[in-house]
């Protein structure tokens, strides 16, 4: 089993900038896909960004792409979502999620099998 924390959200103006950890735990995430996806309020869960296990290959949601970027540290068990120009449309819950049987990267939430709690980002006008 693996456990996901995520950590780093809050409140931030407009074009302001944050930093999501997702700290893994139970097992290393090493060898696994990760992605983030976000769910605003009323919405569904929709596909932020996603990073291969080697941290080489990566890809983003037409909406964050050139203000989002996702990384890894492996040495940590951890992901990491940098958020830049935040507009108030990105508020929303952020999850990270683990791919295990990740051949390339996915945007389905399906195909992710563990998933953290999520962390409250809300971008004020």
């Known amino acids: 089993q693996v456990q996901l924390v995520e950590s780093g959200g809050g409140l931030v103006q407009a074009g302001g900038s944050l930093r999501l950890s997702c700290a893994a735990s139970?097992?290393?995430?090493?060898?696994?896909?990760m992605g983030w996806f976000r769910q605003a309020a009323g919405k569904e869960r929709e596909f932020v960004a996603a990073?291969?296990?080697?941290?080489?290959?990566?890809m983003n949601a037409d909406s964050v792409k050139g203000r989002f970027a996702i990384s890894r540290d492996n040495a940590k068990n951890t992901v990491y979502l940098q958020m830049n120009s935040l507009k108030p449309e990105d508020t929303a819950v952020y999850y990270c999620?683990?791919?295990?049987?990740?051949?390339?990267?996915?945007?389905?939430?399906?195909?992710?099998?563990?998933w953290g709690q999520g962390t409250q980002v809300t971008v004020s006008s």
């Open positions: 999620a683990a791919d295990i049987d990740a051949l390339r990267l996915d945007i389905r939430s399906a195909e992710y099998d563990y």
């Open positions: 139970g097992r290393t995430i090493s060898r696994y896909a």
């Open positions: 990073i291969t296990w080697t941290g080489v290959g990566t």
